[in-house]
């Protein structure tokens, strides 16, 4: 077990809804990171935080937006949700930058 | 052209066997290296890190070609349980996110 836990494990929405995805961080990490993955790809970056401040974003769009709190987990949220944001959600969590990260079990989110 | 590119495979071979791929990056200022695997409807999960004089872990080894830009990963010994999804992962210079590929679907069987 990484330490990294997501919740919920799973999330039907329907389009247009908004959502809001949490996530907290292995004991000791400082570093979170957000990713998408559609089926059959590998995952898709869509922000960073580092020390609570925002240290990188993907291609994106702005109703994908998050934070990162003083205990150092995070969330993500997501607005007017669309059929093409189903996908699995991944928190990533490191200490410090350019190393390894380890994953939570992830969001499967299905919007309808 | 994407950042990470990976040969989808299905890679299919006998329990024993050895089976290699690669995974090319497109910028040469490149500064870590992984592999992750992902088992299906899973989180990754790290495999090892790759260095630039090579590594091994067990049953697999990982090198990094800086000047061809490439890494690869070869599995020994296959066992069944080595069936899944391997992610070759990217720290770019000046970039902290973990670029992607799309994985390389390996399957071992009986």
């Known amino acids: 077990e990484t330490g990294v836990t997501q919740s919920p494990t799973h999330l039907i929405k329907t389009r247009g809804q908004q959502v809001t995805l949490r996530c907290s961080s292995q004991s000791g990490h400082n570093t979170v990171s957000w990713y998408q993955q559609a089926l059959g790809q590998g995952p898709q970056f869509i922000f960073q935080?580092?020390?609570?401040?925002?240290?990188g974003r993907g291609n994106f769009p702005p109703r994908f937006s998050g934070l990162q709190f003083p205990n150092y987990s995070s969330e993500l949220n997501v607005n007017a949700l669309e059929l093409d944001d189903s996908a699995l959600y991944l928190c990533?969590?490191?200490?410090?930058?350019?190393?390894?990260?380890?994953f939570g079990q992830g969001t499967r989110l299905t919007v309808v | 052209r994407k950042e990470v590119e990976q040969d989808p495979g299905p890679f299919n071979v006998p329990e024993g066997a050895t089976v290699a791929f690669n995974c090319t990056y497109s910028n040469s200022a490149s500064q870590s290296f992984f592999w992750y695997r992902q088992d299906c409807r899973k989180e990754p999960k790290l495999l090892m890190s790759?260095?630039?004089s090579g590594n091994e872990d067990g049953r697999f080894t990982a090198q990094l070609n800086r000047a061809s830009q490439y890494i690869s990963l070869l599995i020994r010994d296959s066992k069944l349980s080595d069936s899944a999804t391997y992610l070759c992962v990217v720290i770019f210079s000046g970039d902290y996110k973990l670029s992607f590929g799309a994985g390389t679907t390996v399957t071992v069987r009986a």
């Open positions: 790759v260095y630039s």
């Open positions: 990533a969590s490191s200490y410090g930058l350019n190393t390894e990260a380890f």
């Open positions: 935080y580092y020390r609570e401040e925002e240290n």
